[in-house]
């Protein structure tokens, strides 16, 4: 079964093009077919690390978000992955209703994953209700608590948002915190996790020990992504 699956939020700095980072990363190290989208026009932060692999398209353009899914028509056991910028979700919306793009995609055997990246802000359960509300149980949802963006997830845990989302067959997973200067390192090269994993020289490459706590987030991350069964 292919999957599409867009990394959103709504909302800005939530570490939306991290969990696009990581997954592209977890989909190649499972040696799977994927492609790579990124709405950002300014920073394109997904298509900086996975150059290979994402390439840029415009959302307000039902032209350019038709691009998204036109592989599948012939191969559609691939995944898709779109890091989805802030504000995007009014003309996404659109193009998927419009497009009667769930019920499509059904037909050919894909499934339709929308990923919330939360942090711990109120701002973050409301927008998984508007999600909800704009799609309901149509799509598969994984809500992603970003320990990057937060430690204290109790308002998202004690929600009816939340709650709700569960009853519909929402999955929730916890995204680790990546030492912070390790972070910096790898942005600053530009690099994939296992670019920057295997890179051993230049100024911003990472020591022994920061390589290592990097493989040890990845293997955790995983560990979680695994029991998506995505």
Do not use: C
């Not at 193009?95 to 990246?117: R, T």
Request: hydrophobic share 40%.
């Amino acid at each position: 079964m292919g999957t599409l699956n867009f990394i959103g939020g709504e909302k800005g700095g939530v570490g939306k093009s991290v969990v696009s980072r990581v997954l592209a990363q977890y989909f190649i190290d499972q040696e799977r077919t994927f492609t790579g989208f990124d709405t950002d026009r300014s920073h394109a932060s997904f298509r900086r690390f996975y150059a290979d692999y994402a390439s840029r398209v415009v959302v307000d353009s039902y032209e350019g978000l038709d691009l998204i899914v036109s592989g599948f028509e012939d191969n559609p056991a691939q995944s898709v992955i779109v890091d989805l910028a802030a504000q995007t979700a009014a003309p996404l919306s659109r193009w998927v209703k419009d497009s009667d793009l769930i019920a499509l995609l059904q037909e050919l055997g894909v499934s339709v994953n929308f990923w919330h990246v939360a942090d711990a802000g109120k701002d973050s359960v409301d927008l998984l209700q508007r999600l909800i509300d704009t799609y309901g149980d149509l799509a598969n949802y994984i809500v992603v608590k970003n320990m990057g963006r937060g430690s204290d997830f109790s308002l998202l845990e004690v929600s009816p948002e939340l709650n709700y989302a569960l009853g519909i067959g929402a999955r929730v997973i916890t995204l680790n915190q990546l030492h912070e200067a390790s972070m910096r390192k790898i942005d600053r090269q530009n690099a994939s996790f296992w670019g920057a994993i295997n890179n051993k020289s230049g100024p911003d490459a990472l020591g022994m020990l920061e390589r290592q706590r990097v493989k040890t987030w990845l293997k955790s991350t995983y560990a979680a992504l695994g029991e998506l069964a995505l």
